[in-house]
Nanobody, 125 residues
Framework: QVQLVESGGGSVQAGGSLRLSCAASGPTGSEFVLGWFRQAPGKEREGVAAISSGSDYTFYDDSVKGRFTISRDNAKNTGYLQMNSLKPEDTAMYYC??????????????????WGQGTQVTVSS
């Protein structure tokens, strides 16, 4: 069982930056694909970014390309989501997730096996 704990959320003004962290514990957590997802009130969950276990591959939703960067440090069993040039529409609860197998669609939350509790990001205009 892999446990995931997010941190780093908060409130910022538009144009600001935040760095989210996802600490993983449990067996072979560093071998899993790591994804970041978000869900705003009244909206469906959407995939934001994903990264392969060895950081060879990264995937981004078009809405965050060029602004967000996903990374991981397997030595620390921690994943990160650096968010720059934040916009009010980025406001949401952000979740990290881990997938045992490489997803066919890395931004499809249905293909992930483990989830964190989420961290709130609020961007004001």
């Amino acid at each position: 069982q892999v446990q995931l704990v997010e941190s780093g959320g908060g409130s910022v003004q538009a144009g600001g930056s935040l760095r989210l962290s996802c600490a993983a514990s449990g067996p072979t957590g560093s071998e899993f694909v790591l994804g970041w997802f978000r869900q705003a009130p009244g909206k469906e969950r959407e995939g934001v970014a994903a990264i392969s276990s060895g950081s060879d591959y990264t995937f981004y939703d078009d809405s965050v390309k060029g602004r967000f960067t996903i990374s991981r440090d397997n030595a620390k069993n921690t994943g990160y989501l650096q968010m720059n040039s934040l916009k009010p529409e980025d406001t949401a609860m952000y979740y990290c997730a881990a997938a045992r197998w490489f997803p066919r669609d890395s931004l499809n939350g249905g293909e992930y096996n483990y989830w964190g509790q989420g961290t709130q990001v609020t961007v004001s205009s």
